[in-house]
């Protein structure tokens, strides 16, 4: 298994973070609350963003707390985007869409506040296939 190292001030937590092949992802060591919940991020990277999601379990099943989407700045991270949730039922379908509707919206801004003008579909077809990058297995 690989390890990867995160240099980034917003992701040294995710430093000696192992590769899984199973879930196609970088996760980080797990922690357990006072309450009894696991939690763990798991990382999706490409060489354009990465992707983490906040994950937790309990007893009642698996969930993730938030998203965020990271690009890169030089050999830095910059966090682009994320969202909060409150124990949202993990699925991962679920967050690839969300990861998909976060970049479209961050590119769409982008966009904007150059003055440019692309069509929507296009910037929605370049969400997806930057998502889609950091979904691709590992060698």
Known sequence: MATINFNS???QNLNGATYNANRNMY???????MAGNVYHQGVRVSDRIVVKEN????D?????????IFGYNGNELQLLTSREYHAKWYNEDFIKNEAIEMVT?????QIRLSGAS??????????RQMVAETYAARN
């Open 9 to 11: 001030r917003s992701m």
């Open 27 to 33: 996760i980080t060591e797990c922690y357990e609350s």
């Open 55 to 58: 994950v937790g379990s309990a």
């Open 60 to 68: 009642y099943g698996t969930f993730v707390n938030g998203i965020q």
């Open 105 to 109: 919206e961050y590119l769409s801004n």
């Open 118 to 127: 692309v069509n929507s579909n296009e910037i929605k077809h370049v969400a």
